[in-house]
């Protein structure tokens, strides 16, 4: 979705024109897979998706000011209260992880200057818990540009009908929405995998795998909308936010858009080829009118193959990159919130990465023992319980989430991290942020859920009561996250 749009709407010409040209694309891609050399470097990288807040703690729908005080490393979002930073791809090995840490804190210290000149504070946490329907439901919520508006246009014709948000947790929610405005609070940390094509499929397998482990101790938005509902309700949210089915469809077993997938695979072109299947296109877009070349040097531009593949939101999403020299192809980890620390952020990242290492690296490994649907439970389980939520696992059977990363799981990322070549004092210091939230038992979302309890015992959605402990709990949460203490550190102590 960052591809310049032209249009908000399609015609049935241009429809048929850009299915026709999808598919010659899927087979050119796959000649290129066969012959072709791409780039094998194993690098890593980062997006993070942030909040704006006004001096009340609510959304500030003011990203197009920040961003003129920015440089091309930060873009827009679709909520106009969201700003995205972007970290070059840099080497693992040696102090890596300390050169992404010191690199992400110098871009939100930017980010953060500029949010403050321009009358905002920043906000690094996977969904704002002062957002409200009233705001989602105004015209003030979408940046205003044409790949956004197109998309809303292309999910609400597909669609038909109204977006409904239905969560259930400790406290239920249940809205209509005229727009995809829920999606817009699902503010992500993305990590960059590159791999070599014949190395993706383990890869992606061994993310898949481990997707329910990452967002359980990384959970980080329990709040929507002011509601306890799920610890990372960024899950259910951004799925239903922009599903394209309706109840038949759903019942006729149609896949959704936002798809944890069905199985695993042998290769990156099982996803491509899933995706042309499976999914029709919702932003018909043009090469021509969207400005993308058909060849970057020697490698296929993939136009229309990649804008597809952007409007398919697998929480692993395989990326063909054309640029370069050679082309090259990556794991898009998108199933972890923004936030809470800059030390969180690369605590996760240590690992993501030393795990699929360890894993991919395994004669037997997990996913020749862990059935898919299996592995999708997990996923669910993590996002609905956090922390606290049970795994199954290979000779395990069920086993809670930090009992498993804590007897079997940081050794394995560990293993994996020196596999990469990464200093141990790297290792030490951010796996043991991980050990840390396992022995604690506290994350993003159990300290916000405490530090609202404290603040607000017994209040009830949609009262000042509730409302002010969220504004509360958010001016800390901020304050706490500037410091960068981990959250596993943190007190309970709300001013």
Request: glycine share 8%; aromatic share 8%; with cysteine.
């Amino acid at each position: 979705m960052g591809d310049a749009i032209s249009s908000e709407s399609y015609t049935p010409r241009q429809r048929t024109t850009y299915r026709r040209r999808l598919e010659d694309e899927l087979e050119r891609f796959d000649r290129h897979l066969q012959g072709a050399e791409f780039v094998d470097h194993g690098t890593i990288g980062l997006e993070l998706e942030l909040n704006l807040v006004d001096d009340s703690m609510l959304p500030h729908p003011n990203n197009q000011a920040v961003l003129a005080l920015l440089d091309s490393e930060y873009q827009a979002e679709i909520g106009a209260y969201n700003v995205e930073m972007n970290h070059p791809p840099l080497d693992i090995q040696g102090q890596g992880l300390a050169e992404l840490a010191g690199g992400v804190e110098k871009r939100l210290a930017r980010v953060r200057e500029a949010a403050q000149q321009a009358g905002s504070h920043l906000a690094m946490i996977g969904t704002l818990p002062t957002m409200t329907s009233q705001f989602l439901d105004s015209d003030e919520w979408m940046t205003q540009e044409n790949r956004y508006a197109g998309l809303n246009n292309s999910i609400l014709e597909s669609r038909g009908e109204l977006v409904k948000i239905d969560l259930r947790g400790e406290e239920k929610y249940t809205h209509y929405f005229e727009t995809i405005a829920p999606e817009s609070t699902c503010t992500s940390m993305q990590l960059h995998l590159q791999v070599a094509p014949d190395r993706f499929a383990e890869a992606w397998n061994a993310s898949q795998a481990i997707a329910g482990i990452q967002v359980a101790l990384s959970a980080n938005s329990p709040l929507f909308l002011g509601h306890k509902v799920w610890h990372e309700s960024r899950i259910p949210v951004f799925k239903q936010s922009i599903d394209t089915r309706t109840k038949e469809l759903i019942n006729q077993g149609v896949r959704p858009r936002v798809w944890f997938g069905e199985r695993w695979i042998t290769s990156v072109f099982d996803l491509f080829e899933e995706n042309v299947r499976y999914f029709s296109p919702l932003l018909p877009e043009g090469r021509a009118d969207a400005g993308t070349p058909f060849m970057n040097g020697d490698n296929p531009g993939l136009h229309y193959l990649n804008l597809h593949n952007g409007t398919i939101w697998r929480w692993n999403r395989p990326i063909y990159d054309p640029a370069g020299e050679l082309s090259h192809i990556r794991v898009e980890n998108r199933l972890l919130p923004a936030g809470p620390t800059v030390k969180d952020i690369v605590a996760d990242a240590a690992l993501y990465y030393g795990l699929v290492k360890a894993l991919s690296n395994q004669t037997r490994p997990v996913w020749s023992r862990l059935t898919f649907d299996a592995a999708n439970r997990n996923f669910l389980a993590g996002a609905k319980h956090g922390i606290n939520a049970e795994m199954e696992w290979p000779t395990l059977s069920s086993v809670p989430v930090r009992e498993l990363v804590d007897k079997h799981l940081l050794d394995l990322a560990y293993e994996g991290l020196r596999a990469l070549d990464v200093d141990q004092s790297c290792a030490d210091e951010y796996l043991g942020v991980i050990e840390g939230r396992v022995r604690t038992g506290q994350n993003g979302a159990t300290w916000q859920l405490d530090a609202l309890s404290r603040v607000a015992a017994g209040s009830k959605p949609a009262t000042s009561e509730r409302a002010e402990g969220l504004a509360r709990v958010l001016r800390q949460y901020i304050k706490n996250s500037q410091a960068d203490a981990p959250v596993h550190t943190w007190n309970l102590e709300v001013e």
